[in-house]
């Protein structure tokens, strides 16, 4: 696979559930190292076994408290429910601060008629983060997804787009080359970190269109330059 920064020690906070897992799975079988975060260490630890034993996978991955994983990376993704992810974050804020952190955190409620996305006081998760952590550089991304085709062995994912929003050039660049990582096909810059207020809630159109058509949706853009550009457009 064609690397365009250097490998790199991803932590994924909320590790141990199946968007953390899935997003590391592939992270490290891409060569990546990945620390996989928990409240609970020795969760965590059982959980980077586990991922360790599925096909492909060229590097160690590790378990850890989410404090230390974000601490031994250089690169963070939040991998954990809207729900008591202001908390989390707060709690994490010294570690963050000067770190990448990549949030694919989609704020979604559910009721009798399916799926619909939150009203979030700072617009989205992603932006919540930013003020929890003004000293992080918080990137958009991994929204559409779907862990179970991470998690498969088997699942092609190079005909998803990975949709990528940020404010800072640079680090929105390297998000990109880590989605191409992850799903083998390419990211898209899809604009300023504030796009998250699209991107996160689109989630709940795919578990509609999931939920009637018994599959697992996922986004892929038209209309776009062949090939992609890699650059982002400042
Ligand atoms: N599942 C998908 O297909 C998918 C796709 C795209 C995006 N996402 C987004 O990715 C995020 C994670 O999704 P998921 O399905 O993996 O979620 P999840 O299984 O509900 O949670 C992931 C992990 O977060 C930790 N966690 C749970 N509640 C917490 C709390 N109140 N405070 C701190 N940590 C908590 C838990 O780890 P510990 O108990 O070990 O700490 C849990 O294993 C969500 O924001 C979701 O919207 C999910």
């Known amino acids: ?9 991803i932590a994924i906070v909320g ?7 899935g997003l590391g799975y592939r992270l490290a079988r891409a060569g990546h190292e990945v620390i996989l975060g928990s ?25 850890d408290t989410n404090t ?31 770190k990448l952190l990549v949030s694919c955190v989609n704020p979604l409620g559910f009721d009798r008629h399916g799926p619909y996305g939150l009203d979030v006081p700072d617009g989205s998760a992603a932006e919540e983060a930013v003020r929890i952590v003004s000293g992080a ?5 991994f929204h559409h997804l779907a862990a179970p085709l991470l998690l498969d062995p088997g699942a092609d994912l190079s005909h998803e ?18 989605a191409a990582d992850v799903t083998g096909g390419r990211g898209v810059d899809a604009g300023r970190l504030r796009m998250a207020r699209q991107l996160e ?10 939920k009637r058509y018994r599959t697992r949706s996922g ?10 550009p890699e650059k982002v457009i400042a």
């Open 1 to 9: 696979m064609d690397h365009h920064f250097p490998r790199t020690t």
């Open 15 to 21: 590790g141990t559930g199946p968007q953390g897992g």
């Open 39 to 63: 409240r609970d260490g020795d969760r965590a630890a059982q959980a980077a076994v586990d991922l360790s034993k599925l096909p492909a996978v060229e590097t160690t991955v590790r378990g």
């Open 68 to 98: 230390l994983a974000v601490a031994n990376a250089e690169i963070v993704i939040l991998a954990v429910p809207y729900e008591g992810h202001a908390d989390l974050v707060g709690s994490l804020a010294a570690d963050l601060d000067g």
């Open 137 to 141: 550089t918080v990137v958009g991304a």
């Open 161 to 178: 787009d990975v949709l990528v929003c940020g404010d800072d050039t640079e680090a929105k660049t390297r998000v990109m080359a880590l």
């Open 201 to 210: 809630p689109l989630t709940a159109v795919l578990i509609s269109v999931n």
């Open 219 to 228: 986004v892929a853009l038209t209309g776009m330059p062949q090939p992609t």
